[in-house]
């Protein structure tokens, strides 16, 4: 079946640092990916998605692309603040399976001054 | 513009009981989803209503059911609760069946099962 593996957290960095969170995925066919982002006390949120491969999905910052080959999407950020402490999930959904997402475990992101 | 509504926000329960959550979606949005989050895991889908039938389902045994309702609002029933049933429950809603358009979360509701 479908899965996502997301590399495990949590992830601690200085504001205006560098940003990765490594997730790729087993899945038939071409499915759509996305990251979502859970602040604490909080539902989750869309981030950003991708698709289709080479697409690059972006917002607020943050950029992922659908990389077909390495099956990858990695999330990247080129200076988080403070603000950006939560947990990412990575999650691709299948063509055809509308509101069914295959999440992985979620990277929690924890940002200091 | 209320976004997705769940209720109630944190409940106890024992085991071999019964719990019944509720999910009230965007405004404009016709289908809800239900995922169960559980404890440093990824959600994970339960199933999906749309025009008051069930739609999709993932694995989930049959104790877990639910309903729409005509206002689309949506409840989750979960039967002889067991230990492992205690998680964060999302719901989700969107616009249409298929998927095409972005799906909004609640904030859950936190059950502890003892």
């Known amino acids: 079946g479908d899965s996502v593996t997301q590399m495990e957290g949590p992830v601690t960095l200085s504001e205006e640092a560098f940003l990765t969170i490594n997730c790729t995925y087993t899945a038939t066919g071409y499915p759509s990916l996305f990251w979502y982002v859970q602040y604490p006390g909080e539902g989750l949120q869309l981030l950003l998605k991708?698709?289709?491969?080479?697409d690059k999905g972006s917002n607020k910052g943050f950029e992922a692309t659908y990389r077909k080959e390495t099956t990858s999407f990695h999330l990247e950020k080129g200076s988080v603040q403070v603000s950006d402490s939560a947990v990412y999930f990575c999650?691709?959904?299948?063509?055809?399976?509308?509101?069914?997402?295959?999440f992985g475990t979620g990277t929690r992101l924890q940002v200091t001054l | 513009d209320a976004g997705v509504t769940q209720s109630p926000t944190h409940l106890i329960k024992t085991r071999g009981q019964q719990v019944t959550l509720r999910c009230s979606p965007k405004s404009g949005h016709d289908t809800v989803s239900w995922y169960q989050q559980a404890l440093g895991q990824g959600p994970q889908f339960i199933f999906q209503y749309y025009e008051e039938e069930e739609r999709q389902r993932g694995n989930f045994p049959d104790r877990f059911s639910g309903h729409q309702f005509p206002n689309y609002s949506s409840e989750l029933n979960v039967n002889a609760l067991l230990l492992g049933d205690s998680a964060l429950y999302l719901c989700?809603?969107?616009?249409?069946?298929?998927?095409?358009?972005?799906?909004?979360f609640g904030s859950g509701t936190q059950l502890s099962v003892l």
């Open positions: 991708a698709t289709k491969a080479d």
């Open positions: 999650a691709l959904r299948q063509t055809g399976t509308a509101s069914k997402l295959t």
């Open positions: 989700a809603s969107s616009f249409g069946a298929r998927g095409l358009e972005k799906l909004f």
